[in-house]
């Protein structure tokens, strides 16, 4: 039995040992197909060089839009090439901008000479590079469209701008100018007014935004002269902008009001006109207008970009309507865009909603830099009565009779005298229906009335009904219609004097019959 288990035994390790020595080692992951460096390293390149491919292309394209609106004298084909501009930029390079200016500027060295100079030499082309080559045969010796140059130069401008080489920007945005002033060609005005703005920005990031005022005084009365809406609208803005800038309200106000704003302008002038003019109205204590001009500022800006101006709407709207003494909407501070932008104001909001004192000189200490940076700041220590109002409000609507230094006492003023000044004022303006007691110290409230037997709901109908209003009209002025639709309907020359026509033997058919009628 001892030797048969030891049998088994040795059987068993054997078998242990030659499947431990027959077993297969772990494979490890199924081998794949790894790609060779020189390979990754083509195909990393390629993708740069279909996407400029793609980038002059689209320069390309917008140059034959610019070059049609000429032609026909139609501005709206300037206006799809301005309109693709921000996405265009965000593609351009160092090689993209030197094939275009090659490619383009073949009859102009010196232009093309100058603004080569700006560029960093591209990297060498390789054997998959494809010529760009727009401009070829009797094209290539005739001389550039004005407004093709200007869209061109403008392409370096905004590269330039956009890489944070300010000084270079500015010494080709000059160059730019001097050459729009020289012109006067109704088709340049579009591309004009967009090298307007960028202008304004090189020496806004250079801190000379000051120094170009005059220049800006001078286009203005240029444009206004040509009836140029576009330009008119850019350079108002930029006024605006650079008076706000450096606060000067007195001189922008006198801007607003010796100035029409040209009608014809897009919403996105629109939008920053009415920004600006509402800054303008609250700083001037003028609620009600700065709150309309805002709103409409809102309703133009575009629906799903522009999210930074929309915020900055927001703000000094949220702070307009808490100086007109309502609270805003809570849907405002729940929009994804916004909800983190505005929460600062939804705390000051909170506070003043409930009159705490307290809490709205905490929220206003711990995000003082917050709003001083927004511009707002001004605006909210302007609060602090509103706030104060609200709670005297809120007592009056809880007790029929509260003594003065309770009312002191919980509003956290110094003394019941302050109190005292603080509840006639309200009462005077209308906030609270109350009477003072000055013998006792108290305030006696009086009885609600019915808000139905005042204007208030007559006047709250006539806001609703101006604002439905303003809306039709505003929404028939952006309206657009084909060119000469209106000839459809109207009849010839010839069909005039053919219904004429007819119109004579019908009334002469008619004389007989009648004539005919009696015996």
């Known amino acids: 039995m001892k030797e048969t288990a030891a049998k088994r035994r040795e059987k068993g390790g054997g078998k242990d040992r030659d499947s431990k020595a027959e077993k297969p080692k772990d494979p490890g992951p199924e081998p794949q197909d790894v790609e060779m460096p020189e390979e990754a390293a083509a195909n990393a390149a390629k993708q740069p060089r279909e996407l400029d491919a793609v980038t002059l292309d689209d320069i390309k394209e917008h140059v034959k839009q610019i070059e049609k609106a000429v032609s026909g004298k139609e501005p709206r084909f300037v206006l799809r090439a301005l309109r693709a501009l921000p996405s265009t930029s965000r593609r351009l390079n160092t090689n993209v901008l030197h094939k275009a200016i090659v490619g383009f500027f073949t009859s102009n060295a010196s232009t093309r000479d100058f603004l080569l100079g700006f560029l960093e030499e591209p990297m060498e082309t390789t054997d998959g590079d494809v010529q760009f080559r727009p401009r070829t045969g009797k094209a290539a010796s005739a001389p550039l469209l004005p407004e093709v140059e200007a869209y061109l130069q403008l392409l370096l401008v905004v590269h330039l701008t956009n890489n944070k080489r300010y000084v270079e920007a500015q010494k080709v945005s000059d160059d730019l100018l001097q050459k729009i002033a020289s012109k006067n060609r109704r088709a340049l005005?579009?591309?004009?007014?967009?090298?307007?703005?960028?202008?304004?920005?090189?020496?806004?990031?250079?801190?000379?935004?000051?120094?170009?005022?005059?220049?800006?005084?001078?286009?203005?009365?240029?444009?206004?002269?040509?009836?140029?809406?576009?330009?008119?609208?850019?350079?108002?803005?930029?006024?605006?902008?650079?008076?706000?800038?450096?606060?000067?309200?007195?001189?922008?106000?006198?801007?607003?009001?010796?100035?029409?704003?040209?009608?014809?302008?897009?919403?996105?002038?629109?939008a920053r006109y009415l920004y600006y003019t509402g800054r303008i109205k609250a700083i001037q204590l003028e609620y009600s207008e700065a709150r309309r001009t805002l709103t409409n500022a809102l309703r133009k800006a575009p629906q799903h970009t522009a999210v930074g101006f929309k915020q900055t709407v927001h703000k000094l709207l949220i702070v307009v309507e808490l100086l007109l003494g309502e609270i805003p909407d809570r849907l405002q501070f729940r929009q994804p865009s916004l909800k983190r932008s505005l929460m600062p104001y939804f705390l000051l909001t909170q506070a003043v909603r409930t009159g705490n004192l307290a809490k709205f000189n905490q929220v206003l200490e711990q995000f003082g830099e917050k709003f001083q940076t927004d511009g707002t700041y001004t605006l909210i220590i302007r609060l602090r009565h509103n706030v104060i109002k609200t709670g005297v409000r809120m007592i009056s609507l809880s007790y029929s009779r509260i003594s003065l230094a309770d009312i002191a006492q919980k509003l956290q003023l110094d003394s019941s005298e302050d109190a005292e000044f603080i509840v006639a004022k309200a009462i005077r303006d209308g906030v609270i229906e109350a009477s003072i007691n000055h013998e006792k110290g108290f305030v006696q409230s009086k009885e609600t009335m019915d808000i139905y037997g005042t204007r208030e709901p007559q006047l709250a109908f006539h806001q609703r009904i101006s604002f439905c209003l303003d809306i039709h009209n505003m929404s028939v002025k952006a309206m657009r219609f084909p060119p000469k639709a209106y000839n459809k309907d109207l009849e010839s020359a010839e069909e005039r004097r053919e219904r004429e026509q007819q119109d004579l033997e019908f009334a002469k058919e008619m004389a007989e019959d009648d004539d005919d009628s009696f015996p």
Do not use: I
């Open 189 to 270: 005005d579009l591309v004009a007014a967009k090298c307007y703005y960028y202008h304004a920005r090189v020496y806004e990031f250079l801190n000379q935004f000051d120094t170009m005022r005059s220049f800006l005084h001078t286009r203005l009365r240029t444009a206004t002269l040509r009836h140029d809406a576009d330009g008119q609208a850019v350079l108002l803005n930029l006024l605006l902008r650079n008076y706000l800038h450096f606060n000067l309200y007195d001189q922008a106000e006198k801007l607003v009001s010796k100035s029409v704003f040209p009608e014809l302008a897009n919403n996105n002038e629109w």
